[in-house]
């Protein structure tokens, strides 16, 4: 069974730091690219990462470009984290790891059916 937990989610202060981990499993982790979304409370759900098989970067948001950095574990069990620093208010949302052959549709709005796998969100919120 294709699987990915998504966890690390929590209350962080504006300026602060926090760590999203994405564990996979159910499926070979060298055949996809993995990314994160993240979805604001009364907003559409956006692309925020996305790294593709052979471990580039192919797409990083405007709005976390140079603040949001994603990589890959394959030591641990096939882990992809997204390390988020200097947060800001308008970052709180349900962050999502998802997986597909390809970055493509980390941009633009797809249907979750679309997606090769698509895991439980964790909620971040940043307070001001």
């Known amino acids: 069974e294709v699987q990915l937990q998504a966890s690390g989610g929590g209350l962080v202060q504006t300026g602060g730091s926090l760590r999203l981990s994405c564990a996979a499993s159910?499926?070979?982790?060298?055949?996809?690219?993995i990314g994160w979304f993240r979805q604001a409370p009364g907003k559409e759900r956006e692309g925020v990462s996305c790294?593709?098989?052979?471990?580039?970067?192919?797409?990083s948001s405007d709005s976390t470009a140079g603040r949001f950095t994603i990589s890959r574990d394959k030591v641990k069990d096939d882990v992809v984290y997204l390390h988020m620093n200097d947060l800001k208010p308008e970052d709180t949302a349900v962050y999502y790891c998802a997986t597909d052959i390809w970055c493509d549709r980390w941009r633009g709005y797809h249907s979750i059916a679309d997606y090769h796998s698509w895991g439980q969100g964790t909620l971040v919120t940043v307070s001001s």
């Open positions: 790294m593709s098989s052979r471990n580039f970067v192919e797409y």
């Open positions: 159910g499926f070979t982790f060298d055949d996809y690219a």
